[in-house]
Protein backbone atom coordinates (compact mmCIF):
# COMPACT_ATOMS: atom_id res chain seq x y z
CA UNK A 1 0.00 0.00 0.00
CA UNK A 2 1.44 3.47 -1.02
CA UNK A 3 -0.05 7.20 -0.68
CA UNK A 4 0.90 9.73 -3.55
CA UNK A 5 1.26 12.85 -3.37
CA UNK A 6 1.18 14.01 -6.77
CA UNK A 7 4.50 15.15 -6.13
CA UNK A 8 5.17 18.71 -6.02
CA UNK A 9 3.15 19.51 -9.17
CA UNK A 10 5.06 17.51 -11.68
CA UNK A 11 3.56 16.73 -15.15
CA UNK A 12 1.96 13.53 -15.91
CA UNK A 13 4.84 12.91 -17.99
CA UNK A 14 7.82 13.45 -15.21
CA UNK A 15 5.70 11.68 -12.48
CA UNK A 16 5.93 8.47 -14.88
CA UNK A 17 9.58 8.77 -15.09
CA UNK A 18 10.56 9.34 -11.39
CA UNK A 19 7.16 9.53 -8.65
CA UNK A 20 7.91 6.51 -6.15
CA UNK A 21 11.53 6.27 -6.57
CA UNK A 22 13.27 6.77 -3.07
CA UNK A 23 17.04 5.64 -4.11
CA UNK A 24 18.75 3.67 -1.29
CA UNK A 25 22.23 3.99 -0.04
CA UNK A 26 23.71 2.28 -3.12
CA UNK A 27 22.93 5.27 -5.18
CA UNK A 28 21.34 2.71 -8.13
CA UNK A 29 19.58 5.12 -10.89
CA UNK A 30 17.05 2.43 -11.61
CA UNK A 31 14.98 1.11 -9.29
CA UNK A 32 16.11 -1.97 -7.42
CA UNK A 33 14.05 -5.47 -7.18
CA UNK A 34 13.91 -6.20 -3.48
CA UNK A 35 13.11 -10.41 -3.62
CA UNK A 36 12.94 -10.69 -0.17
CA UNK A 37 9.97 -12.67 1.37
CA UNK A 38 10.51 -11.49 4.82
CA UNK A 39 12.20 -8.16 6.94
CA UNK A 40 14.48 -8.24 9.94
CA UNK A 41 13.97 -6.11 12.94
CA UNK A 42 16.91 -4.36 14.88
CA UNK A 43 15.40 -5.96 18.31
CA UNK A 44 12.23 -7.56 19.73
CA UNK A 45 11.06 -4.56 20.86
CA UNK A 46 11.25 -3.49 16.87
CA UNK A 47 9.68 -6.34 15.63
CA UNK A 48 6.65 -5.85 18.24
CA UNK A 49 6.13 -2.26 17.38
CA UNK A 50 6.27 -3.14 14.11
CA UNK A 51 3.23 -6.15 14.21
CA UNK A 52 0.92 -3.67 16.17
CA UNK A 53 1.46 -1.18 14.39
CA UNK A 54 3.08 1.74 16.17
CA UNK A 55 6.12 1.59 14.17
CA UNK A 56 5.11 1.59 10.49
CA UNK A 57 7.72 -0.41 8.10
CA UNK A 58 8.51 -3.70 6.27
CA UNK A 59 6.92 -6.80 8.10
CA UNK A 60 6.77 -9.60 5.11
CA UNK A 61 6.18 -9.81 1.33
CA UNK A 62 2.59 -10.02 1.09
CA UNK A 63 1.70 -6.74 3.48
CA UNK A 64 4.55 -4.53 2.09
CA UNK A 65 7.47 -4.87 -1.12
CA UNK A 66 9.63 -2.02 -1.32
CA UNK A 67 9.63 -2.50 -5.18
CA UNK A 68 6.24 -3.10 -4.96
CA UNK A 69 5.71 0.39 -3.21
CA UNK A 70 7.35 2.29 -6.09
CA UNK A 71 4.53 1.13 -8.63
CA UNK A 72 1.74 1.72 -6.40
CA UNK A 73 3.45 5.01 -5.28
CA UNK A 74 3.98 5.82 -9.30
CA UNK A 75 0.64 5.07 -10.30
CA UNK A 76 -0.78 6.85 -7.42
CA UNK A 77 0.23 9.85 -8.55
CA UNK A 78 -0.75 9.26 -12.39
CA UNK A 79 -4.40 8.66 -11.03
CA UNK A 80 -4.25 11.42 -9.01
CA UNK A 81 -5.17 9.30 -6.14
CA UNK A 82 -4.32 9.45 -2.38
CA UNK A 83 -3.51 5.38 -1.97
CA UNK A 84 -2.72 2.46 -4.24
CA UNK A 85 -2.77 -1.11 -3.67
CA UNK A 86 -0.87 -3.74 -5.95
CA UNK A 87 -2.58 -6.71 -6.99
CA UNK A 88 -1.61 -9.92 -8.81
CA UNK A 89 -4.07 -9.71 -11.13
CA UNK A 90 -6.50 -7.00 -12.73
CA UNK A 91 -9.26 -10.11 -11.55
CA UNK A 92 -7.83 -10.10 -8.10
CA UNK A 93 -8.12 -6.16 -8.02
CA UNK A 94 -11.84 -6.31 -8.49
CA UNK A 95 -12.56 -8.90 -5.62
CA UNK A 96 -10.14 -7.20 -3.05
CA UNK A 97 -12.16 -4.43 -3.87
CA UNK A 98 -15.46 -5.83 -3.48
CA UNK A 99 -14.49 -8.07 -0.44
CA UNK A 100 -13.20 -4.68 1.26
CA UNK A 101 -16.32 -2.48 0.26
CA UNK A 102 -19.39 -5.09 0.36
CA UNK A 103 -21.02 -7.20 2.52
CA UNK A 104 -23.50 -9.96 2.34
CA UNK A 105 -26.93 -8.31 1.33
CA UNK A 106 -25.44 -5.59 -0.48
CA UNK A 107 -25.87 -4.95 -4.47
CA UNK A 108 -24.04 -3.97 -7.51
CA UNK A 109 -24.91 -2.04 -10.31
CA UNK A 110 -22.73 -2.68 -13.46
CA UNK A 111 -22.90 -2.12 -17.35
CA UNK A 112 -23.59 -5.10 -18.81
CA UNK A 113 -20.49 -4.69 -21.10
CA UNK A 114 -18.14 -5.21 -18.71
CA UNK A 115 -15.23 -8.18 -19.01
CA UNK A 116 -16.13 -11.19 -19.14
CA UNK A 117 -14.73 -12.54 -16.44
CA UNK A 118 -16.12 -9.57 -13.97
CA UNK A 119 -19.25 -10.84 -15.15
CA UNK A 120 -18.61 -14.47 -14.27
CA UNK A 121 -17.19 -12.95 -10.66
CA UNK A 122 -20.42 -11.24 -9.75
CA UNK A 123 -22.53 -14.09 -11.01
CA UNK A 124 -21.12 -16.99 -10.18
CA UNK A 125 -19.12 -16.31 -7.12
CA UNK A 126 -20.42 -12.80 -5.35
CA UNK A 127 -23.80 -13.87 -5.46
CA UNK A 128 -23.03 -17.37 -3.41
CA UNK A 129 -22.35 -14.86 -0.68
CA UNK A 130 -25.35 -12.82 -1.19
CA UNK A 131 -24.25 -10.16 -3.30
CA UNK A 132 -26.22 -9.63 -5.87
CA UNK A 133 -25.78 -7.53 -9.44
CA UNK A 134 -28.07 -6.14 -11.85
CA UNK A 135 -26.62 -5.41 -15.27
CA UNK A 136 -27.85 -2.09 -17.42
CA UNK A 137 -26.59 -0.39 -20.64
CA UNK A 138 -23.37 1.86 -20.01
CA UNK A 139 -24.93 4.53 -22.06
CA UNK A 140 -28.32 4.64 -20.35
CA UNK A 141 -28.15 6.94 -17.28
CA UNK A 142 -31.54 6.80 -16.39
CA UNK A 143 -31.13 2.98 -16.96
CA UNK A 144 -28.78 3.15 -14.16
CA UNK A 145 -30.54 5.24 -11.91
CA UNK A 146 -33.81 2.75 -12.05
CA UNK A 147 -31.80 -0.28 -11.28
CA UNK A 148 -30.27 1.68 -8.35
CA UNK A 149 -31.95 0.10 -4.46
CA UNK A 150 -31.93 0.74 -1.18
CA UNK A 151 -29.36 -1.76 -0.59
CA UNK A 152 -27.11 -0.65 -3.54
CA UNK A 153 -23.62 0.03 -2.45
CA UNK A 154 -21.54 0.10 -5.77
CA UNK A 155 -21.58 1.26 -9.41
CA UNK A 156 -18.85 -0.25 -11.82
CA UNK A 157 -17.95 0.09 -15.10
CA UNK A 158 -15.21 0.29 -17.93
CA UNK A 159 -15.44 3.08 -20.64
CA UNK A 160 -15.13 3.03 -23.43
CA UNK A 161 -16.60 -0.80 -23.34
CA UNK A 162 -14.94 -3.88 -25.08
CA UNK A 163 -15.43 -4.62 -28.03
CA UNK A 164 -17.85 -1.78 -28.97
CA UNK A 165 -15.89 0.98 -27.85
CA UNK A 166 -19.59 2.59 -26.02
CA UNK A 167 -18.93 5.34 -23.57
CA UNK A 168 -19.97 6.18 -20.15
CA UNK A 169 -20.58 9.82 -18.87
CA UNK A 170 -18.33 9.12 -15.80
CA UNK A 171 -19.20 12.81 -14.43
CA UNK A 172 -22.94 12.17 -14.71
CA UNK A 173 -22.91 8.37 -13.27
CA UNK A 174 -20.13 10.08 -10.01
CA UNK A 175 -22.89 12.23 -9.43
CA UNK A 176 -25.82 9.54 -9.34
CA UNK A 177 -23.34 6.99 -7.11
CA UNK A 178 -22.83 10.16 -4.69
CA UNK A 179 -27.02 10.81 -4.69
CA UNK A 180 -27.59 7.64 -3.82
CA UNK A 181 -24.78 6.77 -0.95
CA UNK A 182 -23.00 4.49 -3.34
CA UNK A 183 -19.55 4.38 -5.07
CA UNK A 184 -18.53 4.30 -8.50
CA UNK A 185 -16.03 2.63 -9.27
CA UNK A 186 -14.03 2.43 -12.66
CA UNK A 187 -12.28 -0.14 -14.62
CA UNK A 188 -9.53 2.18 -16.27
CA UNK A 189 -8.11 -0.64 -18.38
CA UNK A 190 -8.68 0.74 -21.74
CA UNK A 191 -7.58 4.44 -21.51
CA UNK A 192 -5.09 4.61 -18.46
CA UNK A 193 -4.48 7.60 -16.76
CA UNK A 194 -2.43 8.92 -19.74
CA UNK A 195 -6.08 9.23 -21.57
CA UNK A 196 -8.62 9.37 -18.42
CA UNK A 197 -8.69 10.20 -15.29
CA UNK A 198 -12.26 8.49 -13.47
CA UNK A 199 -10.59 10.17 -9.88
CA UNK A 200 -10.82 13.78 -11.48
CA UNK A 201 -14.23 13.39 -12.93
CA UNK A 202 -15.82 12.64 -9.26
CA UNK A 203 -15.17 8.28 -9.36
CA UNK A 204 -14.57 6.99 -6.00
CA UNK A 205 -12.24 4.22 -7.17
CA UNK A 206 -10.32 3.11 -10.40
CA UNK A 207 -9.63 -0.48 -10.93
CA UNK A 208 -6.29 -1.53 -13.35
CA UNK A 209 -5.36 -4.79 -14.93
CA UNK A 210 -1.62 -4.09 -14.94
CA UNK A 211 -1.43 -6.91 -17.73
CA UNK A 212 -2.45 -4.54 -20.02
CA UNK A 213 -1.33 -1.40 -21.29
CA UNK A 214 0.89 -0.53 -17.67
CA UNK A 215 3.08 -3.43 -18.94
CA UNK A 216 2.37 -2.76 -22.60
CA UNK A 217 4.68 -5.69 -23.34
CA UNK A 218 2.35 -8.49 -22.81
CA UNK A 219 5.16 -9.96 -19.93
CA UNK A 220 3.52 -9.96 -16.83
CA UNK A 221 -0.13 -10.61 -14.94
CA UNK A 222 -0.67 -7.79 -12.16
CA UNK A 223 -3.58 -5.53 -11.12
CA UNK A 224 -3.73 -2.58 -9.00
CA UNK A 225 -6.82 -0.55 -6.99
CA UNK A 226 -6.72 3.27 -6.54
CA UNK A 227 -8.25 5.73 -4.41
CA UNK A 228 -8.47 7.58 -1.13
CA UNK A 229 -6.34 6.45 2.02
CA UNK A 230 -9.48 5.13 4.03
CA UNK A 231 -11.33 2.95 1.52
CA UNK A 232 -8.51 1.90 -0.63
CA UNK A 233 -5.03 2.34 1.68
CA UNK A 234 -6.94 0.98 4.68
CA UNK A 235 -10.29 -1.33 3.86
CA UNK A 236 -8.49 -2.53 0.05
CA UNK A 237 -5.00 -3.03 1.39
CA UNK A 238 -6.64 -4.88 4.31
CA UNK A 239 -7.64 -7.53 1.55
CA UNK A 240 -4.70 -8.22 0.41
CA UNK A 241 -2.42 -8.59 3.78
CA UNK A 242 -5.32 -10.56 4.62
CA UNK A 243 -6.32 -12.47 1.81
CA UNK A 244 -3.46 -12.64 0.01
CA UNK A 245 -3.18 -11.98 -3.70
CA UNK A 246 -0.33 -9.72 -3.65
CA UNK A 247 1.67 -8.57 -6.49
CA UNK A 248 5.24 -9.68 -7.13
CA UNK A 249 8.20 -7.61 -6.65
CA UNK A 250 9.36 -8.64 -10.47
CA UNK A 251 6.02 -8.15 -12.14
CA UNK A 252 6.02 -4.61 -10.08
CA UNK A 253 9.35 -3.73 -11.53
CA UNK A 254 8.24 -4.75 -14.83
CA UNK A 255 4.96 -2.53 -14.55
CA UNK A 256 6.81 0.17 -13.18
CA UNK A 257 9.16 0.20 -16.06
CA UNK A 258 6.14 0.15 -18.32
CA UNK A 259 4.32 3.40 -16.41
CA UNK A 260 8.00 4.70 -17.42
CA UNK A 261 6.61 4.68 -21.40
CA UNK A 262 3.23 4.49 -20.50
CA UNK A 263 2.55 8.30 -22.18
CA UNK A 264 4.47 8.29 -25.09
CA UNK A 265 2.82 4.32 -26.16
CA UNK A 266 -0.94 5.53 -25.30
CA UNK A 267 -0.10 8.30 -27.82
CA UNK A 268 1.20 6.38 -30.43
CA UNK A 269 -1.16 3.08 -30.23
CA UNK A 270 -4.11 5.95 -30.08
CA UNK A 271 -2.26 7.84 -33.09
CA UNK A 272 -2.16 4.08 -34.86
CA UNK A 273 -5.87 3.61 -34.06
CA UNK A 274 -6.99 6.96 -35.27
CA UNK A 275 -5.33 6.34 -38.48
CA UNK A 276 -6.80 2.68 -39.01
CA UNK A 277 -10.05 3.36 -38.21
CA UNK A 278 -9.99 6.14 -40.93
CA UNK A 279 -8.99 4.05 -43.03
CA UNK A 280 -11.39 1.12 -42.47
CA UNK A 281 -14.14 3.42 -42.81
CA UNK A 282 -12.78 3.82 -46.42
CA UNK A 283 -12.58 -0.24 -47.47
CA UNK A 284 -15.59 -1.76 -49.32
CA UNK A 285 -15.80 -4.74 -47.63
CA UNK A 286 -16.22 -2.98 -44.35
CA UNK A 287 -19.68 -2.01 -43.25
CA UNK A 288 -19.08 -0.47 -39.79
CA UNK A 289 -16.17 0.61 -37.51
CA UNK A 290 -16.44 1.62 -33.87
CA UNK A 291 -14.15 3.67 -32.54
CA UNK A 292 -14.40 7.01 -30.15
CA UNK A 293 -11.92 8.82 -32.71
CA UNK A 294 -14.03 8.61 -35.53
CA UNK A 295 -17.00 11.51 -36.15
CA UNK A 296 -19.35 8.84 -37.05
CA UNK A 297 -18.91 7.70 -33.44
CA UNK A 298 -22.30 8.64 -31.56
CA UNK A 299 -20.43 9.63 -28.66
CA UNK A 300 -17.75 11.45 -30.18
CA UNK A 301 -18.56 14.24 -28.26
CA UNK A 302 -18.25 13.00 -24.97
CA UNK A 303 -14.82 10.97 -25.69
CA UNK A 304 -13.35 14.31 -26.82
CA UNK A 305 -14.49 15.84 -23.37
CA UNK A 306 -13.42 12.95 -21.06
CA UNK A 307 -10.72 11.47 -22.45
CA UNK A 308 -7.49 13.48 -24.02
CA UNK A 309 -6.82 10.43 -26.60
CA UNK A 310 -9.30 7.64 -28.28
CA UNK A 311 -6.99 4.69 -27.33
CA UNK A 312 -5.63 1.58 -29.45
CA UNK A 313 -8.92 -0.43 -29.60
CA UNK A 314 -11.68 -0.63 -32.41
CA UNK A 315 -13.76 -3.05 -34.08
CA UNK A 316 -15.26 -3.14 -37.34
CA UNK A 317 -17.93 -5.42 -39.21
CA UNK A 318 -16.78 -6.63 -42.60
CA UNK A 319 -19.29 -6.92 -45.49
CA UNK A 320 -20.84 -10.85 -44.59
CA UNK A 321 -20.21 -13.05 -41.18
CA UNK A 322 -18.49 -15.40 -39.54
CA UNK A 323 -16.89 -16.74 -42.73
CA UNK A 324 -16.20 -13.71 -44.03
CA UNK A 325 -15.09 -12.28 -41.05
CA UNK A 326 -12.41 -15.19 -40.17
CA UNK A 327 -10.85 -15.05 -43.94
CA UNK A 328 -9.88 -11.69 -42.85
CA UNK A 329 -8.00 -12.95 -39.36
CA UNK A 330 -6.48 -16.16 -41.43
CA UNK A 331 -5.40 -13.92 -44.08
CA UNK A 332 -2.88 -11.81 -41.95
CA UNK A 333 0.62 -12.81 -41.29
CA UNK A 334 1.99 -9.67 -39.48
CA UNK A 335 -0.98 -9.12 -36.48
CA UNK A 336 -1.58 -11.96 -33.94
CA UNK A 337 -4.71 -13.84 -33.46
CA UNK A 338 -4.89 -13.60 -29.80
CA UNK A 339 -7.65 -12.15 -27.48
CA UNK A 340 -5.48 -10.12 -25.98
CA UNK A 341 -4.77 -6.54 -25.67
CA UNK A 342 -2.41 -3.40 -24.62
CA UNK A 343 0.68 -4.71 -26.21
CA UNK A 344 3.19 -3.20 -28.76
CA UNK A 345 2.12 -6.00 -30.98
CA UNK A 346 -0.83 -5.62 -32.62
CA UNK A 347 -3.83 -8.39 -31.66
CA UNK A 348 -6.78 -9.11 -33.42
CA UNK A 349 -9.84 -11.46 -32.43
CA UNK A 350 -13.52 -12.71 -33.09
CA UNK A 351 -15.47 -11.70 -30.70
CA UNK A 352 -18.47 -14.06 -31.52
CA UNK A 353 -16.12 -17.12 -31.43
CA UNK A 354 -13.66 -16.59 -28.36
CA UNK A 355 -14.45 -13.80 -25.97
CA UNK A 356 -17.88 -13.70 -26.53
CA UNK A 357 -18.23 -17.64 -27.42
CA UNK A 358 -19.62 -18.85 -24.70
CA UNK A 359 -22.88 -16.59 -24.75
CA UNK A 360 -26.20 -18.00 -25.93
CA UNK A 361 -27.02 -16.29 -29.88
CA UNK A 362 -29.88 -14.22 -28.24
CA UNK A 363 -26.97 -12.83 -25.53
CA UNK A 364 -24.48 -12.23 -28.22
CA UNK A 365 -27.05 -10.12 -30.04
CA UNK A 366 -28.43 -7.98 -27.57
CA UNK A 367 -24.72 -7.44 -26.48
CA UNK A 368 -24.86 -6.12 -30.35
CA UNK A 369 -21.61 -8.92 -31.06
CA UNK A 370 -22.37 -9.80 -34.96
CA UNK A 371 -20.79 -12.78 -36.54
CA UNK A 372 -18.89 -10.30 -39.05
CA UNK A 373 -17.50 -8.23 -35.90
CA UNK A 374 -13.71 -8.14 -35.74
CA UNK A 375 -11.56 -6.48 -33.11
CA UNK A 376 -8.15 -5.19 -33.06
CA UNK A 377 -5.80 -3.65 -30.49
CA UNK A 378 -3.22 -1.32 -32.70
CA UNK A 379 -0.58 -1.83 -31.59
CA UNK A 380 2.76 -0.03 -32.28
CA UNK A 381 4.05 -1.39 -35.74
CA UNK A 382 4.01 0.46 -38.80
CA UNK A 383 0.49 1.79 -39.80
CA UNK A 384 1.29 1.10 -43.67
CA UNK A 385 2.46 -2.55 -42.48
CA UNK A 386 -1.05 -3.30 -40.40
CA UNK A 387 -3.36 -1.95 -43.06
CA UNK A 388 -1.18 -3.93 -45.98
CA UNK A 389 -1.70 -7.01 -43.43
CA UNK A 390 -5.60 -6.34 -43.63
CA UNK A 391 -5.53 -5.41 -47.02
CA UNK A 392 -4.24 -9.18 -47.73
CA UNK A 393 -7.85 -10.39 -46.40
CA UNK A 394 -10.09 -8.09 -47.91
CA UNK A 395 -8.96 -8.14 -51.29
CA UNK A 396 -10.02 -11.91 -51.16
CA UNK A 397 -13.65 -10.83 -49.98
CA UNK A 398 -13.96 -8.71 -53.46
CA UNK A 399 -13.24 -11.30 -54.99
C1 LIG B 1 -7.89 -8.22 -18.77
C2 LIG B 1 -8.89 -7.40 -18.08
C3 LIG B 1 -9.23 -7.63 -16.74
C4 LIG B 1 -8.62 -8.76 -15.94
O1 LIG B 1 -7.29 -8.58 -15.71
P1 LIG B 1 -6.24 -9.79 -15.46
O2 LIG B 1 -4.97 -9.07 -15.23
O3 LIG B 1 -6.27 -10.66 -16.66
O4 LIG B 1 -6.73 -10.52 -14.23
C5 LIG B 1 -10.15 -6.78 -16.14
N1 LIG B 1 -10.72 -5.77 -16.83
C6 LIG B 1 -10.43 -5.53 -18.13
C7 LIG B 1 -11.10 -4.41 -18.83
C8 LIG B 1 -9.51 -6.33 -18.80
O5 LIG B 1 -9.24 -6.09 -20.09
Redesign the pocket.
Known amino acids: MANGNNDNGYALETLAVRAGQHRSNEGEQSEPIFTTSSYVFQSAAQAAARFSGEEPGNIYSRFTNPTVRVFEERLAALEGGASCVATA ?4 A ?1 LATCLALLKSGDHIVASRA ?2 G ?2 VMMFTGYLAKFGVATTFVDLADVEAWQAAIKPNTRLLFL ?1 TPS ?1 PLTVMADISKLAQLAHDNNCLLAV ?1 N ?2 CTPVLQRPLDLGADIV ?1 H ?4 YLDGQGRC ?3 AVVGDAERVGKDVFGVIRTCGPSMSPFNAWVFLKGLETLNIRMQAHSRNALALAQWLEQQAVVERVYFPGLESHPQHALAKQQQSGFGGVLSFEVRGGKEQAWQVVDATQLLSITAN ?2 DTKSTITHPATTTHGRLTPQARAEAGIRDNLLRIAVGLESIDDIKADLARGFSKLQQ
Do not use: P, Q, R
Request: glycine share 16%; with cysteine.
Open positions: SGMSIIFTTENDCFISATKVGGLG
